[in-house]
């Protein structure tokens, strides 16, 4: 076969394959400008959390005579807007450490229960602080409710546990008292407050 001819038919080849390709190109780029954008649907629910912010857990214990205690805590936002005020009676002593780990997972309970997932914890009891951080679990009463807290703990989205000194834990100290002189066992305020919680806010303004 003469090479010219060869030649001849490589270039044929060569313009077939490229108005191909050409032609693909134009289908695909018809083909994307036909397509529209899916539009997103939110769906609408009732108040929720909003999962990048952090809320603060404080909690306080006041133990009377080795006969029974009182638990309180306070949940505030980002801003330090309260979210939750919660307190507790219970009939029977505990230590103070077991004691705190009680609050905490009654805390970590109940936040949980209003859509709270990112918590940090604040503490007066640094034996506490320091058991939680550590995840240390003693083989004793407060090591079995430690260990309740932190089972709690895992289904959080974040969990902080920190050391705060006593004085500036004023609300949850306060609202321990409140618990004792209340004749229920469990009290929880969060859309509408007690006028006495109300006023414990405003002095720790």
Request: charged share 20%; glycine share 4%.
């Amino acid at each position: 076969m003469p090479c010219s001819l060869v030649l001849r038919r490589s270039n044929i080849d060569r313009l077939a394959h490229s108005m191909a390709f050409r032609a693909h190109v134009k289908d695909f780029q018809n083909a994307s400008f036909s397509i529209k954008p899916v539009p997103i649907v939110t769906l609408v629910q009732r108040w929720k959390a909003l999962l990048n912010r952090l809320f603060k857990l404080n909690k306080y214990v006041v133990i009377v005579d080795g006969l029974y205690c009182g638990l309180g805590m306070v949940v505030r936002d980002h801003n330090g807007n309260v979210q939750m005020l919660s307190c507790y009676k219970l009939p029977y002593p505990l230590s103070v450490d077991e004691a705190e780990a009680t609050i905490a997972y009654f805390g970590i309970c109940r936040a949980k229960e209003a859509g709270l997932f990112k918590l940090i914890l604040e503490s007066d009891v640094l034996f506490f602080v320091n058991s939680a951080q550590n995840r240390v679990v003693l083989p004793s009463y407060f090591g079995s409710k430690l260990q309740t807290v932190l089972y709690e703990a895992q289904s959080l989205d974040v969990f902080q546990c920190v050391h705060l000194v006593r004085y500036v834990n004023v609300v949850a100290h306060s609202l321990t008292k409140f618990a004792l002189s209340s004749i229920v066992n469990e009290l929880i305020f969060m859309e509408e407050l007690h006028p006495f919680t109300a006023d414990l806010l405003f002095l720790a303004l």
